[in-house]
């Protein structure tokens, strides 16, 4: 079994369900499901210099670069963090090029995409790794550009990326979705069906 000093298998135990889950979604251009806390992890979000955001947030931020770092290179339960964390955003970064919005993309979770693929851009800088700097740096890119005029206004809402440092530990309206991962929630429950909506960061 691999050493593991950060539990990182908190991330490769949920990817063994959420992994297929997630590419299938941006495969097909729309996040429809809760995953990002899994599949997209971010350094802790702060407001004035104290940790922001749900207790769910939190259990899965990366707590600095030496986490970052050691995320890039662990592999359990049949599961790459490294290798998944490239294909999702290749696909990411696919739709975003092609000019899909990011909130119609990511929904509430843009900001978190965006947070994550600056996180990783530095780390794969730093550590030359040119797979994960040169897929974060197509994303980070893209979600930098101006948006287009949306031809029709009510489109306008879905084409700014809120600023990815809020966070106030509230789901978004209609968009909540369970806080209890899914290793938990198959020990306790048998035969329910899978929570839909979008995460929140």
Known sequence: MALDPHNLRRFTSEQTHYHPIALAEMQRGRKSSCWAWYILPTPPFLRNGKPAGSAQNRMYELADDEQARAYLSFEADGVNLRDNYIVILTEAARHLEQGVLPARLMGIDAPRLLASAKLFLRIGTEEEDEPVRHVCER???????????PA?????????????SSDDGEDSPGERCSEEPIAKRLNT???????TGSGQL
């Open 139 to 149: 994303v980070v890119r893209a979600l930098s550009q101006p948006p287009p005029t």
């Open 152 to 164: 029709d206004p009510r489109d306008a809402s879905e084409q700014a990326v809120p600023d990815e």
């Open 189 to 195: 429950s048998q035969g329910g069906q899978r929570h």
